[in-house]
């Protein structure tokens, strides 16, 4: 059974930074595509950013882009984001994301997810 574990969210000022880590047991983590995304309540997903199989390939959201670094760490299966220069819209509760193929397509369907980390942004 894959598991998906997110975790370093917390509170910070504007302009500061978090690393959030997905742990991911159960499945062979080379092998398939991972994005984060995130909530707020009374709202739906919004991607943030995602990358391939091999850790390559990322990309990002217009609202992240040139601030946030999504990569892999193979030794430990663990998809890392880290977030720099955050604003008080980046507020929301972050998961990660698992795709059934290796390939970033954010068109298809994610099949596993986790419960996530809640980042808040606020002076």
């Known amino acids: 059974e894959v598991q998906l574990q997110a975790s370093g969210g917390g509170s910070v000022q504007p302009g500061g930074s978090l690393r959030l880590s997905c742990v991911v047991s159960g499945i062979t983590f080379g092998r398939y595509a991972f994005s984060w995304y995130r909530q707020v309540p009374g709202k739906g997903p919004e991607w943030v950013s995602g990358?391939?199989?091999?850790?390559?390939?990322?990309r990002y959201s217009d609202a992240v882009k040139g601030r946030f670094t999504i990569s892999k760490d193979f030794a430990k299966s663990t998809v890392i984001l880290q977030m720099t220069a955050l604003k008080p819209e980046d507020t929301a509760r972050y998961f990660c994301?698992?795709?059934?193929?290796?390939?970033?397509?954010?068109?298809?369907?994610?099949?596993?997810w986790g419960q996530g980390t809640q980042v808040t942004v606020s002076s």
């Open positions: 994301v698992k795709y059934p193929v290796r390939i970033l397509d954010v068109k298809i369907h994610y099949d596993a």
């Open positions: 990358l391939n199989d091999d850790g390559s390939g990322p």
